[in-house]
């Protein structure tokens, strides 16, 4: 299977190439607030490194948030447009699940935070029941104010060593959660492309079906972008 896994929710954008019996690749890429007119010129990088084209790709895997507003929906829109037009499988995958698959800790919970700004945190709690096994996500992702994280991590966790906190280096977290109280934590700084796990977890949701028509692909913002809000408003 030829999987191509695309992540566009930082200023750093990135994309991976999976393919079974192939050394992975990676292409990283600056897009910031311009991610549409990087991302088309990365991929055509890419597959011309692989010698391959879109057409070949079997599954499409991208990055849903939280994250950019902008970066989400341009990468979103172009995994729509290529995988209704090639008539190819998509799988969403979060960002907060990509950092975990990536850091990977020894601790049995690991707590993915991402700067939400406005003083807030997105933030999920993923619990592994046994050394080496799977990650899987307890509850459901949240949107929380930086000054009550530590209150929440206390009510969850009687022992600071059971959970790895992660973030993300381009997000530069590291002050803020001294500020606030999360020094005693475990910390973990994802400086590794996200499109990496992103391709890796959508070849595996082949199997857990979490595959399906590009229809049916659905950005991750947890909290509602302010146009969509001051819409609703008017």
Known sequence: MRVLGIDTTSKQGSLAWIEEGETPVTVSFEGGQKHSLHLFGAVERLLRERNRSLAEIDLFGVATGPGSFTGIRVGLAAV???????????AGISVLEA???????????????????????????????????????????????????????????????????????????????????????????????????????????????????????????IRRPDAELHWKED
């Open 80 to 90: 729509k447009g290529w995988a209704e037009t090639l008539q190819k499988p998509v």
């Open 99 to 221: 950092m975990v698959a990536l850091g990977n800790p020894p601790t049995p919970w690991a707590v993915p935070v991402v700067n939400g700004g406005r003083g807030e945190l997105y933030v999920a709690f993923f619990r592994s029941l046994a050394a080496g096994s799977r990650f899987q996500m307890e509850g459901e992702a949240t949107v929380i104010s930086d000054e009550d994280f530590p209150a929440r991590l206390r009510e969850k966790f009687s022992r600071q060593d059971d959970a790895t906190l992660l973030t993300r280096a381009d997000q530069d977290l590291g002050a803020t959660l001294n500020r606030i109280g999360c020094e005693g934590f475990l910390r973990q700084e994802i400086r590794r492309p996200l499109a990496p796990a992103v391709a890796a977890l959508a070849a595996e949701g082949v199997e857990g079906r979490r595959v399906g028509p590009a229809e049916e692909l659905r950005a991750f913002y």
